[in-house]
Nanobody, 128 residues
Framework: QVQLVESGGGLVQAGASLTLSCTAS????????MAWFRQAPGKEREFVAA????????KYADSVKGRFTISRDNARNTGYLQMNSLKPEDTAVYYC?????????????????????WGQGIQVTVSS
């Protein structure tokens, strides 16, 4: 079992960059697939990016491909979401998620039910 805590959110202008961090408790984070989701006001939560335990396999939503980069440092039990060229439509609460079953199968998922562990979320606001 892991507990996830996001950090690094805030208010930025369009075109700026921001890096979110997801710090996991426990010593087995390296065995978990991790992902980022986001939820904009009035909308359902949506997939952003996912990363395999090794950090080799990635998947991105089309809306962020080429602008966002997901990564992890297993030695620090931390995952990251580097966000460049931010747009007002990126404004949302961003959630970190992790799953041991996906990790054991070396798979990544893009749907919420696939992930058992979630952070509390962090606000990212992009002004125009």
């Amino acid at each position: 079992q892991v507990q996830l805590v996001e950090s690094g959110g805030g208010l930025v202008q369009a075109g700026a960059s921001l890096t979110l961090s997801c710090t996991a408790s426990g010593r087995t984070f390296s065995r978990y697939t991790m992902a980022w989701f986001r939820q904009a006001p009035g909308k359902e939560r949506e997939f952003v990016a996912a990363l395999s335990p090794s950090g080799i396999t990635t998947k991105y939503a089309d809306s962020v491909k080429g602008r966002f980069t997901i990564s992890r440092d297993n030695a620090r039990n931390t995952g990251y979401l580097q966000m460049n060229s931010l747009k007002p439509e990126d404004t949302a609460v961003y959630y970190c998620a992790a799953d041991r079953t996906l990790g054991a199968m070396l798979q990544i998922g893009a749907s919420e039910p696939e992930y058992d562990y979630w952070g509390q979320g962090i606000q990212v606001t992009v002004s125009s």
